[in-house]
T-cell receptor
Framework: DGGITQSPKYLFRKEGQNVTLSCEQNLNHDAMYWYRQDPGQGLRLIYY???????QKGDIAEGYSVSREKKESFPLTVTSAQKNPTAFYLC?????????????FGPGTRLLVL | SQKIEQNSEALNIQEGKTATLTCNYTNYSPAYLQWYRQDPGRGPVFLLLIRENEKEKRKERLKVTFDTTLKQSLFHITASQPTDSATYLC?????????FGTGTRLLVSP
């Protein structure tokens, strides 16, 4: 079954802690994206990667970091510098590198602060 | 400033009627516009893409229009069913990113 998986479904972060959200795809897609969704706001782009070993900042990259060592994996780390991390995090991928490409989303990870 | 506006109030309709959702944008010139469906607690699912040179696109009970003069896209669901209840997001391509609206929640009652 092809698709995008995200884990965990729920994640709890303590003050000062870094946490990593997993995103894996077996669609053989080139590009991958991380979005954050808050109530009453549209999806906001955190980081994106159009090719292995390369990634670009989106609109709200501060307090986040990513890596793209393998085509199928694009983990997101929420660092202690992110002061308001509570949100629903969505990973997506697209076959090609253009932003008009259809994006396929994972099921999301909800991050909560203890 | 740049804006994408979708009606923040939920749209309530009866089963069998046509639902029409609006996406207006300001200070964008998108070559492409997409519509996605999102169910509570889940990731969005792609529905339709329309290009700036296409006036209308259809897929089964779904129809999308794209008016670059009015800077508006309309999304129609004909013969709506309770299973169509969800939030619908529009998204447009702009300078190396896909920009999403906040979405409109559709509620179809039996």
């Amino acid at each position: 079954d092809g698709g995008i998986t995200q884990s965990p479904k729920y994640l709890f972060r303590k003050e000062g802690q870094n946490v990593t959200l997993s995103c894996e795809q077996n669609l053989n897609h080139d590009a991958m994206y991380w979005y954050r969704q808050d109530p009453g706001q549209g999806l906001r782009l955190i980081y994106y990667s159009q090719i292995v070993n390369d990634f670009q900042k989106g609109d709200i990259a501060e307090g986040y970091s990513v890596s793209r060592e393998k085509k199928e994996s694009f983990p997101l780390t929420v660092t202690s510098a992110q002061k308001n991390p509570t949100a629903f995090y969505l990973c997506a991928s697209s076959l090609g590198q253009g932003f008009w490409e259809t994006q396929y989303f994972g099921p999301g990870t909800r991050l909560l602060v203890l | 400033s740049q804006k994408i506006e979708q009606n923040s109030e939920a749209l309530n309709i009866q089963e069998g009627k046509t639902a029409t959702l609006t996406c207006n944008y300001t200070n964008y010139s998108p070559a492409y516009l997409q519509w996605y469906r999102q169910d509570p607690g889940r990731g969005p699912v792609f529905l339709l893409l329309i290009r700036e040179n296409e006036k209308e696109k259809r897929k089964e009970r779904l129809k999308v229009t794209f008016d670059t003069t009015l800077k508006q896209s309309l999304f129609h669901i004909t013969a709506s069913q309770p299973t169509d209840s969800a939030t619908y997001l529009c998204a447009l391509e702009s300078f190396q990113k896909l920009v999403f609206g906040t979405g409109t929640r559709l509620l179809v009652s039996p």
